[in-house]
């Protein structure tokens, strides 16, 4: 799937005015980078309005194709661990199931019975319980960093730890562990690489470089990593990052893990205090509209969505061209722009009556044309109201 959009409902419900006003995330483009749990994660966001662009940047390798992961569950039965390291409910699963796969399963749930298992969060205890095993202990936190102190504060020399690694190495994690004494052997669950279709991708960075995504959904670091590691072979790296660091579009990520790839590269990003894809879009339907203030504008109140504007709760979607039109106004509110400025918002093939049509086409998009003044050979404004003046002290 390269693209969806809302269902109908939600086209209706985002896109007409009532008592309730527009879905919240209604008016807005976000784009998804998952490979994993895509679908779930664009019905999520189109159920709260938003059109949704799906481009995986990373391809799971499938498991019982996977020998590393094979010849790492061989050293593991040959030379069982003293402590094994669940970190995900998913890859817990799927290691044990390729080993089915291989005939290596029952071999390697037996030599994990001697051993004591550690799980991340309850997904994985869940898995653990699930294979006939049990934990003997999981973290409050569902943090990897807890597990690694508590791990440490038992020590750990001379002993034999398997980390299952979730999609990413882990190497800090698994560098401690080293450096205190430990054998430590990493399992690469669900290992990732570049998707074998990059046309989708390169199309939701270029448009995320060009300012047409409102926020890119991250829901692991490789996502982010293969998206900005595409961007950089494509030579739209630079455009990317200019977008990003600006908040257009806005980095939406799962947890700190995941923003880490663009953490390290100054992108701001935000994420919600539970790590799941449900609390993700929660945060994303809160933040988005947060960020459109709300501008009295003769007499209404308009906000800038992503492709529409609000006016009195009615969403207006606009084409591109008018939008970027309207934000060039909406910069400076009430203040004169010269044509000259909002010319150069419309593109380099716009001519010199190219302001005046495409004013009068969004004064009549917006169905309130007043709130667009025209200022006799100087140029257009925003009609925002300004508070009255208190009275002079008597």
């Keep these: 799937m390269t693209a969806a959009t809302r269902p109908a409902a939600h086209q209706r419900r985002a896109g007409t005015a009532d008592q309730a006003g527009p879905a919240p995330l209604a008016g807005y483009t976000v784009g ?21 662009v799906c481009a995986p940047a990373l391809r799971i390798v499938p498991l019982s194709d996977d020998q590393a992961l094979a010849a790492a569950s061989r050293d593991l039965i040959a030379h069982p661990a003293d402590i094994v390291v669940a970190t995900t409910g998913i890859g817990f699963r799927g290691w044990l199931e390729a080993c089915e796969t291989w005939g290596l399963a029952e071999d390697l749930t037996r030599a994990m019975r001697t051993a004591r298992l550690l799980a991340r969060g309850p997904k994985a205890k869940g898995a653990i319980r699930a294979a006939g095993l049990t934990e003997e202990w999981s973290p ?45 052997v990493g399992v690469p669950v669900y290992r990732w690489t570049s998707p074998e279709d990059t046309a989708p991708l390169d199309r939701l960075i270029d448009a995320a470089a ?25 030579g739209a790296h630079r455009r990317l990052l200019h977008a990003l660091r600006h908040g257009r579009p806005l980095a939406a990520c799962v947890g700190p893990v995941t923003a880490a790839p663009l953490l390290d590269q100054d992108v701001p990003a935000l994420w919600p205090t539970r790590g799941r894809i449900g609390a993700l879009v929660r945060h994303l339907a809160e933040e988005l509209p947060r960020r459109a203030p ?14 529409a504007a609000e006016v009195d709760g009615a969403l207006r979607p606009l084409s591109p061209a008018l939008m970027r039109l309207l934000r060039e106004l909406a910069a400076r509110p009430g203040r ?19 302001v005046e049509t495409a004013v009068a086409r969004l004064r009549t998009a917006l169905g309130r044309p007043h709130m667009i003044q025209t200022v006799v050979k100087r140029g257009y404004r925003l009609a925002l109201e300004t508070p009255p003046c208190p009275p002079a002290d008597t």
């Design 32 to 52: 998804v980078t998952a490979a994993r749990r895509a679908e779930e994660l664009a019905a999520m966001l189109g159920r709260k309005g938003a059109d949704v």
């Design 140 to 184: 409050p936190s569902e943090s990897s960093a807890e597990v690694l102190d508590h791990l440490l504060r038992d020590g750990v020399e001379g002993l034999r730890i398997a980390v299952q690694l979730h999609g990413e190495p882990l190497p800090d994690f698994c560098a401690a562990l080293r450096m205190a004494g430990a054998d430590v």
């Design 210 to 234: 060009g300012g047409d995504i409102d926020a890119l959904a991250f829901t692991s670091a490789p996502a982010a990593a293969g998206l900005l590691q595409r961007a950089r072979t494509t």
């Design 294 to 307: 709300a501008l009295p504008v003769a007499g209404h109140t308009l906000r800038l969505r992503g492709r």
């Design 336 to 354: 004169v722009r010269p044509r000259e400025e909002l010319l150069a918002a419309l593109g380099p093939d716009a001519d010199a009556h190219a």
